[in-house]
C-alpha cells in the first residue's frame, strides 16, 4: 500500500511538473502594446499602398482607356483612308472592265463585219465567172445539138460522136 500511495503521489506530480507557471510581466505588457502599435501602423501603411495603388491602377486604367480610343480613332481614320483607296481601285478596275468590254465588242464586231465582206467579195468574184460557165455550157449544148443535126446526115460524123459517148 505505501507502494500505491507513492505511485498516486508520483502521478498527481507530474503533471504539476508539467506545468510550469509562465509569469506575465510589465514588460511582456509593454511589449505587446508596441507590437500592437506597430501592428496597426503596418496596416495603415498598408492601406494608404493599397489606396495609392488603387489611385495608380485607375489612373493607369484611364490612360489605356484614353489610349484605347486614340487607337480606335486612328484605326478608323486608316480604315476611311483604306476604304477610300479602295474604292478608287474598284473604280479603276470596272473602268478596265469596261474598256475591255468595249474592246472586245468592237473586235467582234470587226470579225463579224470581215466574215460578211469576204462572202460578199467572194460571190461578186464568182458571179461572173458563173455566169460565163453558164453561157459556155449553153453554147456546147446547142454545139453537140448542131453536131448531132449534122450527124443524121453524115454517118461518118454519127460514128465518132457514138464512140465518144454523145449520140
Known amino acids: 500500500m505505501k507502494q500505491l500511495v507513492l505511485i498516486l503521489i508520483i502521478l498527481t506530480s507530474i503533471p504539476t511538473l508539467a506545468q510550469k507557471e509562465v509569469p506575465y510581466t510589465l514588460e511582456d505588457r509593454d ?6 502599435a506597430e501592428q496597426k501602423a503596418l496596416r495603415k501603411e498598408m492601406n494608404s499602398l493599397r489606396n495609392e495603388m488603387n489611385s495608380e491602377m485607375n489612373s493607369l486604367r484611364n490612360e489605356m482607356n484614353s489610349l484605347r480610343s486614340e487607337m480606335n480613332t486612328r484605326f478608323e481614320a486608316i ?3 483604306f476604304d477610300a483607296k479602295f474604292e478608287s481601285q474598284q473604280k479603276q478596275l470596272n473602268d478596265l472592265k469596261e474598256l475591255f468590254y468595249w474592246g472586245f465588242g468592237i473586235l467582234i ?4 463585219f470581215m466574215l460578211g465582206f469576204m462572202i460578199w467579195d467572194r460571190r461578186t468574184a464568182l458571179k461572173p465567172a458563173l455566169d460565163k460557165a ?7 449544148k446547142s454545139l453537140i445539138n448542131a453536131l448531132r443535126e449534122y450527124a443524121r446526115k453524115n454517118p461518118d460524123l454519127a460514128e465518132i460522136l ?4 454523145l449520140l
Open 162 to 165: 457514138k464512140s465518144h459517148g
Open 79 to 81: 480604315e476611311t483612308k
Open 134 to 140: 453558164n453561157s459556155a455550157e449553153e453554147k456546147n
Open 31 to 36: 511589449r505587446m502594446i508596441r507590437l500592437e
Open 109 to 112: 464586231a470587226l470579225f463579224i
